[in-house]
């Protein structure tokens, strides 16, 4: 399980923005010799979540070119920390949804994307566990956000050519203007 203690403990990791490189790179499945890797860099993971604060963080998005990811749709006092380890998705609903996401390497670009309203994931847990949820809602659209980053795929790439490149156009500008 994920050890509450240590994520209150650790130092956040720096959320990389767009248009960083490996935002961009498919991800390597995560092996058996990863796992001591793993342990030491999730407490870090989610301190950088909460902080941001956020529903979901892949990898990539920390500089890292590993399959997984950890989404956790609690509120502060109801944590529900989830890790999921080479995630896939096995099954989809012909039914769409449309939902309004952001992403923590797209700070404060928001935009309605459309994608299956429910599914079914295989991952692996940090203890090695394969295991099997369906999600829906926003469970769902996360998870989806989540893996379409170990992909390589951000969720603008679900939108039009102008409207991706009017958001692309605005975080560069806001970013600019942070320097």
């Avoid at 997984?68 to 529900?80: K, S, Y």
């Avoid at 170990?150 to 490149?165: A, E, P, Y």
């Amino acid at each position: 399980m994920i050890d509450r203690d240590a994520i209150a403990a650790a130092i956040p990791m720096p959320i990389l923005v767009a248009p960083q490189a490996i935002l961009r790179q498919k991800t390597r499945l995560v092996r058996p010799e990863d796992t001591a890797t793993l342990r030491e860099i999730l407490p870090r993971m989610f301190s950088a979540m909460y902080q941001a604060p956020g529903i979901g963080l892949a990898a990539p998005q920390v500089g890292m070119g590993l399959r997984f990811a950890i989404v956790d749709l609690g509120e502060e006092e109801q944590r529900d920390p989830m890790v999921l380890i080479n995630p896939e998705i096995v099954a989809e609903s012909e039914t769409l949804a449309s939902r309004e996401e952001g992403c923590l390497s797209l700070p404060n670009q928001y935009a309605d994307v459309i994608r299956p309203e429910k599914v079914r994931v295989r991952f692996r847990t940090p203890d090695g566990a394969e295991r099997e949820i369906e999600a829906d809602g926003l469970l769902a659209t996360c998870i989806q956000h989540e893996i379409d980053h170990l992909d390589g795929i951000l969720f603008v790439d679900h939108l039009s050519t102008l409207k991706r490149n009017m958001i692309m156009r605005r975080l560069a500008k806001e970013q600019r203007q942070k320097r």
